[in-house]
T-cell receptor, first 113, second 114 residues
Framework: QQQVKQSPQSLIVQKGGISIINCAYE??????FPWYQQFPGKGPALLIA?????SEKKEGRFTISFNKSAKQFSLHIMDSQPGDSATYFC????????????FGSGTQLTVLP | ETGVTQTPRHLVMGMTNKKSLKCEQH?????MYWYKQSAKKPLELMFV???????ENNSVPSRFSPECPNSSHLFLHLHTLQPEDSALYLC?????????????FGQGTRLTVV
């Protein structure tokens, strides 16, 4: 019940295109959904996060869309740039005292110049 | 830099060796975590320490032994590891694991067990 399923495993996008990464979950106790970005040789870094009381959050070129009824959320990267090439992880956190992050398996994004 | 420093960055060890991974955070956080990152798999939470007390141990084999002497330092002691333990081991910290505070990750230790 703690699993977060992420797709696709890898994604290749042309510069200027839109990158879309999807995640789905089962546990309705999740109440916080962050996305992390990881460059080679670096640890993951928080990119953007959303709570289930809103359906969309936008920060610059990055947008999270959240569908509570479908238990799905996605990351959209507009005007994708080669510098966006990285591995992206979705995650979800439960409410209550044991607020552990459960991560998806990651998407390796390559943006071609 | 995120304020979380891990050493060493790379480690190769034999199955009979004993080694330790070190993590230090300079952010004044109260919680520290060990994660295991294997290729094409989700990050796996191994241990959680809150105010130096271990609050989570996610069924991690006893060949991994954590130590948290204070809120700024976290160690992972390794002994008699298996080749399948080869992975990137990430340390993270956050202000308080019971609240929605961001987790900051170190750069990780790339461990290879031969």
């Amino acid at each position: 019940q703690q699993q977060v399923k992420q797709s696709p495993q890898s994604l290749i996008v042309q510069k200027g295109g839109i990158s879309i990464i999807n995640c789905a979950y089962e546990n309705t106790a999740f109440d916080y959904f962050p996305w992390y970005q990881q460059f080679p040789g670096k640890g993951p870094a928080l990119l953007i996060a959303i709570r289930p009381d809103v359906s969309e959050k936008k920060e610059g070129r990055f947008t999270i869309s959240f569908n509570k009824s479908a238990k799905q959320f996605s990351l959209h990267i507009m005007d994708s740039q080669p510098g966006d090439s990285a591995t992206y992880f979705c995650a979800a956190r439960t409410s209550g005292s044991a607020r552990q992050l459960t991560f998806g398996s990651g998407t390796q994004l390559t943006v071609l110049p | 830099e995120t304020g979380v420093t891990q050493t060493p960055r790379h480690l190769v060890m034999g199955m009979t060796n004993k080694k330790s991974l070190k993590c230090e955070q300079h952010l004044g956080h109260n919680a520290m975590y060990w994660y295991k990152q294997s290729a094409k798999k989700p990050l796996e939470l191994m241990f959680v320490y809150n105010f130096k007390e271990q609050t989570e141990n996610n069924s991690v084999p006893s060949r991994f032994s954590p130590e948290c002497p204070n809120s700024s330092h976290l160690f992972l002691h390794l002994h008699t590891l298996q080749p399948e333990d080869s992975a990137l081991y990430l340390c993270a910290s956050s202000q308080d694991p019971t609240r929605d505070t961001e987790a900051f990750f170190g750069q990780g230790t790339r461990l290879t067990v031969v």
